[in-house]
């Protein structure tokens, strides 16, 4: 977190925490790979013993070994970083190079020191774990890295927090046992005005330091210009930035929690069957059904890769897409939309002729029809109410009635609704009649726009 929500006032970059972070991680991964067997015969033995198995103290072993490995490394790049002074840019600024930064400034070429031991760590860190997963093999390093994987959650959400707890309880107890006394107040408040620019004379008659009744008015130095950053309405709207960013960053781990709500929430609802269940209907169906181009192709399709899947008594089929039929596919039901008979051409470049129906710019063709797509007359549209719901007839009527819960079906070139003339399949013994009945009778011809 301390890299997004850096100080403004401090030192300290985003780029050298993210490198502390990233030079612990990999003092881990290879502390966690040098004790690895130790903390797998730690566990074997206290299973031997009978030792509960829901704590691994070989897991705690290697967390507090991979501590006491961390801890100076991390502590004094940090130390480094914070507590460093800026660079002395001339003799000038020397005077004010003394300003304390923190309990114990450091000179800036420490800075190159810091560096180094982050360089060395990572690369060091990194090499010596590629010839561990080299030495262990595969089998070996995939058990390492779910190890790893679980000892840096625990180190995140465990260790780290009860670390910084103890430091800070630590301080606070430090604070209220090393009182500065009244001697080492005064010597400090000296060495604060002294820092000014002060003339002090703090000698008394007893020899105890007193502030004196100067005579001469004290010279106070103000630091350079260099020093003051901003003028009070750039430090304001400086706040008003900082308010506005910490804002928007609250927005946004707020969005990112919501998004891992709900991916949690849909992946916890996924069937565990339907990748396979996908699957298996695409090898049978899918890779065949991308060779139909023509009517032809798609009616040879239907009897002989469809066909065969959906009738039990076949041998080839799988055993389960029978039984779970209503499960995968439901009733089988062919959905096509028409377009009218009447197409436009329009001329809009030289030699590019693009030809548009009425269907493309006013709706899709709803109208009734009888076998090979006759037009019907007025008076025999008002006799087919009840015809629509089964026969033949209901093949040639279009059905306003959307199905599949009135969802849309998206294609490559457009968007289709649930509604068309529809062909409904009511079982599988009249499986192959009922098509065959469709294809003599042209169900699908060159109006067709789409089929479902």
């Not at 003799?91 to 004010?96: A, C, D, L, S």
Request: aromatic share 12%.
């Amino acid at each position: 977190m301390s890299i997004f929500m850096r100080i403004s006032t401090s030192r300290f970059t985003r780029l050298e925490r993210l490198s502390v972070c990233v030079c612990l991680l990999f003092l881990m991964m290879i502390t966690n790979a040098m004790f690895f067997g130790l903390q797998s015969r730690i566990d074997s033995g206290m299973t031997e013993t009978g030792a509960t198995n829901y704590f691994s103290v070989g897991l705690l072993y290697v967390i507090v070994c991979s501590s006491f490995i961390e801890l100076p490394v991390s502590l004094l790049v940090v130390r480094i970083f914070r507590c460093r002074l800026p660079k002395q840019k001339g003799p000038q600024h020397k005077k004010h190079a003394t300003w304390k930064l923190c309990s114990g400034p450091l000179p800036h070429w420490t800075l190159y020191i810091a560096w180094f031991l982050i360089a060395i760590s990572i690369l060091s860190s990194g090499f010596f774990t590629i010839l561990y997963s080299m030495e262990w093999g595969p089998v070996k390093a995939k058990k390492w890295l779910v190890g790893f994987l679980l000892s840096f959650g625990v180190n995140i959400i465990l260790t780290q927090p009860i670390k910084i707890v103890l430091i800070t309880v630590y301080i606070i107890l430090l604070k209220k046992v090393f009182k500065l006394s009244k001697t080492e107040l005064l010597e400090q408040e000296k060495e604060e005005l002294e820092y000014f620019g002060l003339d002090l004379n703090l000698q008394g008659k007893n020899g105890v330091q007193e502030k004196s009744n100067v005579s001469k008015k004290p010279v106070l130095n103000l630091p350079e210009e260099d020093y003051i950053d901003d003028t009070p309405v750039m430090s304001k709207a400086r706040r008003v930035n900082e308010l506005r960013a910490e804002k928007r960053r609250r927005e946004f781990y707020l969005s990112l929690l919501y998004i891992i709500v709900i991916l949690a929430i849909v992946y916890a609802s996924n069937d565990d069957f339907t990748y396979r269940f996908f699957e298996t209907l695409y090898r049978l169906t899918g890779k065949s059904f991308k060779q139909v181009k023509t009517i032809e192709n798609y009616w040879q399709w239907m009897n002989e890769k469809l066909v065969p899947l959906l009738l039990s008594g076949n041998q080839k089929s799988p055993s389960f897409i029978p039984v779970f039929k209503s499960l995968i596919l439901g009733s089988v039901r062919l959905r096509q939309k028409r377009t009218v008979k009447d197409i436009v051409v329009y001329k809009r470049i030289k030699n590019l002729t693009i030809c548009l129906n009425h269907g493309y710019m006013s709706g899709d063709d709803e109208r009734m029809y009888k076998p090979n797509w006759v037009p019907m007359l007025e008076l025999e549209r008002n006799g087919t109410t009840e015809s629509q719901s089964s026969g033949t007839e209901s093949w040639w009527v279009f059905d306003e009635q959307p199905h599949s819960h009135g969802l849309a079906s998206e294609g490559r070139l457009d968007t289709y609704d649930a509604t068309g003339y529809i062909v409904n399949i009511p079982s599988h013994v009249r499986l192959k009649e009922i098509l065959q009945s469709v294809q003599n009778s042209s169900w699908i011809d060159s109006n067709t726009k789409v089929l479902l």
